[in-house]
C-alpha cells in the first residue's frame, strides 16, 4: 500500500475499534483494484459523534466513511439522505459525499450477509431460518433474508418489543414470508440460526445459544469477524455441524459499499 | 504497510496537500521502526481549521498532526499550549495529544533544515547565509541557522515588515549572529543562498533568484519538496553549482516530529 498526497480517504468510525477488519478489507481491496485510497478506522465516543462528524466531512479527501457500533443508529440524524435499506431500518454503516457535497447513508449488513451465505454455496429460497439479535445489524439480516426468499423467519432479542417491531415491520414490506417472533426451540428443526447478538466478541461471553441443542444438519452463521471463530462456531464445529463465519458477510459488505462510495470495483 | 483496528493515526493537514510527502516520510519511518501508526495526508480548507481540528482532537486514536500551509500559524489560537519554538515563529508544524489530554503544538522546520544540512556534510558554523522567505517555514530556518551558529544571516521577503520583524526577534536570541535584512546583491559571495518561498511549486512560477547572478561556490537551496529537483535547482546544477533540495529537510523533520508524538524511533 501506498499513501500520498493524492490518496482518498476513508474510515470506519466506532467505539471500540480494535476488533474492526474494514482496514483489512478495503484496504485489500483498494489494493487489488489500483484504486489510490484508503481506509482507517477512527476511535470515536458515543457523544463525540457530532463534533467528529462536523469536522470529517468538510474534509476534502474524505469521501466516505464505515459506520459501526455504537453509532448506526445516531449517524442516522446527522446525514443529509437516507437510502432505502437505512430509511426502513433506522441505522447506517455506511455515508458518503454526494457530487453536490450532501452526506448520504445507507445500511449493508443485511445485503453482505446474503452475499456471503450465497457466495459459500448456502441456498436461501424457501429456507427456515432462526435470527438471534435485532441491533442495527440483526435489523438489516432480517430484511436481507425475507428479501432473499427465505419461508421462515423466526427472530429473538433480549428486547422483546424491539424484535416485535422489526418482525412487523419486515412482514410488512415482505408478506409472503412466514416473519415472527420467537424463542429458539430444540424441537424445531431450521436450516440456518444466526447470532446477530455481540456476544462471543469478549472472552467470557456465554454462548448466544447451545449449538448441542439443534438438529446436526442447522448451518450455523455468526456475523462477528473477531474472533473469526468465534466460542459458538468452535463448537457447532466440533459437533460437526456446518458453520459460517462473521467474515463472508463482511467480506461481502465492503464491495457494496466501495461501489456506494463511488469506486470502480 | 497493514493498517487493523489498532493502528495509530497520524495526518497532515492543509490544503492544497496534493504535493505533501509527509506520508511517505512518516509511513517510511513507522515500517523501518516497527510501530503500528498511519500518517494520511486530510485536506482542510483555510476556514474548516477549527471545525476539522474540535473533530480530529476527541479521536481516541488520533495522537498527532502535521500541520502544513496555511494553517501553521492559524493553529497557534487552537492549541492549548505551545513549544519554545513555536511561541518564538508564532507557527507551528506539529502537534500531538499530551497525557492529559491536551494539545501541544511545536515547530520543526527549523531544525529539520539544519539536521539535513549536516547530514549531507555541509557545515554552517561561521558560514554566511542568505535566506528568501520568512513565512512560518523561513522564520523557522532563521531561528535555527542561528541557533547553528551561522555567522552571518541576511534575510528578504516579499513583505518587508515581515522580515525585519523576524530579523529582529533572532538578533534578540541569538545576538551574536550578524543578522539584517537586504536584498540579494550580485556582489556579495554567501555560503548559502536558501529558496524559503513557495515559487517553484508550480510549473510556471518564476525563479525566486537567479542562480547565474551568485558566485559559483554558493550551495543553492531549497525547502521545496515536491518537484524534488525545483526549476531553481535544476538552473542550479547546470551551472556546476551545488544543490540541496527540500527532501533532506524535511526527511530531518519527519524523525523530529515523530519523536515528539511520542513514538520510538
Known amino acids: 500500500m501506498h499513501i500520498d498526497g493524492n490518496t482518498r480517504v476513508y474510515a470506519v468510525i466506532g467505539d471500540p475499534v480494535t476488533a474492526v477488519r474494514s482496514p483489512e478489507w478495503f484496504n485489500a481491496l483498494f489494493d487489488r483494484n489500483g484504486v489510490n485510497a484508503v481506509l482507517?478506522?477512527?476511535?470515536?465516543?458515543?457523544?463525540?459523534?457530532?463534533t467528529v462528524f462536523a469536522g470529517l466531512k468538510t474534509i476534502g479527501n474524505l469521501d466516505g466513511?464505515?459506520?459501526t457500533m455504537p453509532h448506526k443508529n445516531a449517524m442516522c440524524e446527522l446525514l443529509d439522505e437516507l437510502g432505502p435499506a437505512a430509511r426502513t431500518i433506522g441505522a447506517v454503516n455506511a455515508a458518503r459525499r454526494m457530487p453536490d457535497g450532501r452526506w448520504q447513508g445507507d445500511m449493508f449488513d443485511g445485503r453482505g450477509c446474503v452475499r456471503g451465505l450465497l457466495d459459500q454455496g448456502h441456498e436461501l429460497a424457501n429456507r427456515s431460518v432462526f435470527l438471534l439479535g435485532t441491533g442495527a445489524a440483526g435489523s438489516a439480516v432480517a430484511f436481507a433474508l425475507a428479501e432473499a426468499g427465505v419461508k421462515q423467519l423466526i427472530i429473538d432479542d433480549v428486547d422483546a418489543d424491539r424484535s416485535a417491531a422489526v418482525a412487523q415491520r419486515v412482514k410488512q414490506v415482505f408478506p409472503a414470508v412466514d416473519v415472527r417472533t420467537g424463542?429458539?426451540?430444540?424441537?424445531?428443526?431450521?436450516?440456518?440460526?444466526?447470532?446477530?447478538?455481540?456476544l462471543g466478541m469478549k472472552a467470557d461471553d456465554p454462548l448466544p445459544f447451545e449449538p448441542a441443542s439443534l438438529a446436526p444438519s442447522t448451518?450455523?452463521?455468526?456475523?462477528?469477524?473477531?474472533?473469526?471463530?468465534?466460542?459458538?462456531?468452535?463448537?457447532?464445529r466440533s459437533l460437526d455441524m456446518k458453520i459460517h463465519s462473521g467474515n463472508h458477510m463482511h467480506a461481502g459488505q465492503a464491495?457494496?459499499?466501495?461501489?456506494?462510495f463511488g469506486l470502480k470495483i
Do not use: S, W, Y
Not at 482507517?40 to 457530532?50: C, E
Open 40 to 50: 482507517i478506522a477512527l476511535q470515536v465516543k458515543r457523544g463525540d459523534l457530532a
Open 65 to 67: 466513511l464505515v459506520v
Open 183 to 198: 424463542k429458539l426451540d430444540p424441537g424445531t428443526v431450521h436450516d440456518l440460526v444466526i447470532n446477530a447478538t455481540p
Open 219 to 236: 448451518l450455523v452463521v455468526d456475523v462477528i469477524t473477531k474472533p473469526v471463530v468465534t466460542p459458538l462456531l468452535e463448537k457447532a
Open 255 to 260: 464491495v457494496e459499499a466501495a461501489r456506494f
